[in-house]
């Protein structure tokens, strides 16, 4: 993913503000007790995880992104089920909320046999910005270690 573009867009780097918002994308407590379990099987295996889950997330973004265009409901709902489990786990929790709405509302939709709605796209764009937010906090994490 590409860095977060200032107000005018041009592509620099976030500027204080939104690292502030970066900072908060994670909650450090859930981080800590993931890297507590993890350093208990090996020494790598809290990168090892924190990488899987950058790779999946990635994919189950694009798998939705790709649902979305083809108005595939059962696999929106499946990736937005996915990404909204395994955020929990890395202590996303904002984005995991995001994706349990979307979740609900496509659930919703398959079980009343109605069209997708319209604020699902909203959503969808909500869980790209969160992730991008994550991303970024992760990476962070990840270079601490």
């Given at each position: 993913?590409?860095?977060?573009?200032?107000?005018?867009?041009?592509?620099?780097?976030s500027?204080n503000?939104?690292?502030?918002?970066?900072?908060n994308?994670?909650?450090?407590?859930?981080?800590?007790?993931?890297?507590?379990?993890?350093?208990?099987?090996r020494?790598?295996?809290?990168?090892e995880?924190?990488?899987?889950?950058?790779?999946?997330?990635?994919?189950?973004?694009?798998?939705?992104?790709r649902?979305?265009?083809?108005?595939?409901?059962?696999?929106?709902q499946?990736?937005a089920?996915?990404?909204?489990s395994?955020?929990?786990?890395?202590?996303?929790?904002h984005?995991?909320?995001l994706?349990?709405?979307?979740?609900?509302?496509?659930?919703?939709?398959?079980?009343?046999?109605?069209n997708?709605?319209?604020?699902?796209?909203?959503?969808?764009?909500?869980?790209q910005?969160?992730?991008?937010?994550?991303?970024?906090?992760?990476?962070?994490?990840l270079?601490?270690?």
């Amino acid at each position: 993913m590409s860095p977060t573009k200032n107000s005018q867009g041009n592509g620099q780097a976030s500027n204080n503000s939104d690292q502030a918002d970066e900072s908060n994308a994670l909650r450090p407590e859930v981080l800590r007790k993931l890297r507590s379990a993890l350093s208990k099987l090996r020494s790598n295996a809290f990168k090892e995880v924190i990488n899987a889950y950058l790779h999946e997330a990635e994919s189950r973004i694009a798998q939705m992104n790709r649902a979305l265009s083809q108005s595939n409901l059962p696999e929106l709902q499946l990736a937005a089920h996915t990404l909204k489990s395994s955020s929990a786990l890395v202590g996303a929790a904002h984005l995991s909320s995001l994706c349990q709405q979307l979740e609900a509302q496509v659930s919703s939709a398959v079980e009343h046999r109605i069209n997708l709605p319209p604020n699902v796209y909203e959503m969808f764009s909500q869980i790209q910005r969160e992730y991008n937010r994550v991303e970024i906090a992760l990476v962070s994490v990840l270079a601490e270690e």
